[in-house]
């Protein structure tokens, strides 16, 4: 029994990506899985889980992605499908397109921000 109990966790932990600091990667990155950024990424994310900028993360490029927890900077566009969380001491140039938006005190964004939302946008077209 306490092999399969194992197994399962090892299979939840493995889903999760990591790029860890001090690690440098160029291009585009294309997951199904949540994914963790402590590195640099110069490119772009594309991910139908979770994605999480830590402290030390920094991206120069787009996110398209359900869900983004920034602690640290983003310079680029960003789409989330679900939620947007700019942490305390996180930094975002850039637009963004969000059904949910979360700024801490402390984080700092400069760009524009997009809200579609379908009761909205069916009231205009009337």
């Known amino acids: 029994m306490t092999d399969k109990k194992q197994t399962s966790t090892d299979q939840v932990v493995s889903n999760i990506n990591r790029i860890c600091e001090n690690t440098k990667i160029t291009g585009t990155i294309e997951t199904t899985g949540d994914i963790r950024i402590?590195?640099?990424?110069?490119?772009?994310?594309v991910s139908t889980g979770r994605v999480v900028i830590g402290l030390k993360g920094k991206i120069k490029g787009d996110l398209h992605?359900?869900?983004?927890?920034?602690?640290g900077k983003i310079k680029g566009n960003i789409i989330a499908n679900d939620v947007l969380i700019l942490k305390e001491k996180s930094v975002l140039v850039g637009e963004i397109t969000v059904q949910k938006l979360i700024i801490e005190s402390g984080a700092t964004f400069n760009g524009l921000c997009?809200?579609?939302?379908n009761e909205t946008d069916n009231n205009n077209e009337k």
Do not use: A, Q, R
């Open 65 to 71: 992605c359900s869900y983004i927890d920034v602690s």
């Open 114 to 117: 997009k809200m579609p939302n």
């Open 38 to 45: 402590d590195g640099i990424l110069d490119g772009s994310v």
